[in-house]
């Protein structure tokens, strides 16, 4: 307990003073939304001919990781495994509660541990098995110094905010969390063939999920709780009216829409940024690349594409970096 409060201490003193110090354009950024994938689990998922979205698994190092860190100016990335996330199948249950303690451990210490300041992590849990899950998440949190949880917008078809992950979401909201909310493939979807899913598929998905999360009323049952959606909400911010306005008290629906977390990761362009700056508070956008899956050069332009959007400099201060502190800074400490 004491030495994940050590943790939490050292972690916020670095990235307060890069916040400050750093250059008001070129921000040294937090990056919410990253993944890691250690050799075990690439492994994994290749024995299992498991993809992220139809996307082939990259090989990725901690070296390579800091060097993209250190280009795109991120003092600190908060990663997370990606789908298929911990269990690839529905009968996965006692592999995948395994597979999310061996990946937690991993982040906590080959990351956290050995480069302090620039890695921290979302836990990797194993829904929709709720009682692994609220397992896990206690010992990453307590133990480990997770930030907060990796939730897939469906898992076999379940999707958050579903009634049966309540007992879930409960110990979530007693913990005051943040959650990571990220795409899966659509259940029972076949796509398009040549249109890989996370191409298009994954914006709708996590669309569904935070409408659900919302309509299912989860978010006003467990207040607590602050989502960060990634990709900027899916095409939540384009179409969030249109839900609005069929609602008996649009204003009502509005408010719960705006307490959303949007993350610029693929989603910081001139035609996108717009509507999330409409739609979302301005403390309420983080920074975020889909690091290693987006390639390179694409995370490249969708940085310089947010660096060079008119905005006042405060604004995408906000965006970079100081949400996130602040965002983090609401988390119980133990």
């Not at 698994?57 to 003092?75: F, R």
């Not at 992590?121 to 990796?150: C, K, Q, R, Y």
Request: net charge negative.
């Amino acid at each position: 307990m004491e030495q994940r409060a050590r943790i939490g201490g050292l972690v916020w003193i670095v990235l307060v003073v890069c916040c400050v110090i750093g250059d008001i354009v070129n921000a040294h950024r937090i990056d919410l939304h990253t993944h890691f994938v250690p050799p075990f689990y690439r492994q994994y998922l290749a024995e299992r001919h498991a993809l992220a979205g139809g996307i082939p698994t990259p090989d990725w190092n901690v070296s390579w990781h800091l060097e993209v860190m250190d280009q795109l100016g991120i003092e600190t990335s908060v990663v997370a495994i990606t789908t298929p996330g911990a269990r690839i199948h529905p009968d996965d249950t006692l592999d995948g509660r395994a597979l999310a303690r061996k990946l937690n451990e991993y982040a906590h210490y080959e990351l956290v541990q050995k480069y302090p300041g620039r890695f921290q992590f979302w836990a990797t849990v194993t829904l929709p098995d709720v009682e692994g899950s609220i397992a896990e998440f206690i010992h990453a949190f307590d133990n480990l110094g997770a930030m907060g949880v990796f939730l897939e917008a469906n898992k076999f078809g379940i999707y958050l905010g579903d009634p049966s992950l309540d007992p879930f979401f409960k110990v979530l909201d007693d913990y005051k969390a943040v959650v990571l909310l990220h795409p899966n493939s659509l259940p029972d979807d076949a796509g398009v063939p040549g249109i890989p899913p996370a191409l298009v598929d994954f914006t709708l998905d996590t669309t569904r999920a935070a409408l659900n999360l919302v309509f299912k009323n989860t978010t006003r049952k467990f207040p607590n709780i602050r989502y960060v959606l990634a990709h900027s909400g899916g095409f939540l911010p384009f179409v969030v009216y249109r839900f609005a306005f069929g609602a008996a008290d649009t204003d009502a629906v509005l408010e719960q829409f705006k307490e959303y977390y949007f993350d610029t990761a693929l989603s910081s362009s001139p035609a996108s940024l717009p509507s999330t700056i409409a739609v979302a508070m301005p403390e309420r956008i983080t920074y975020g690349t889909d690091f290693p899956y987006a390639s390179e050069i694409s995370l490249q332009r969708f940085t310089n594409a947010l660096d060079t959007y008119d905005m006042p400099e405060w604004r995408r201060m906000r965006i970079n970096c100081t949400n996130a502190l602040e965002l983090f800074n609401g988390f119980k400490r133990v």
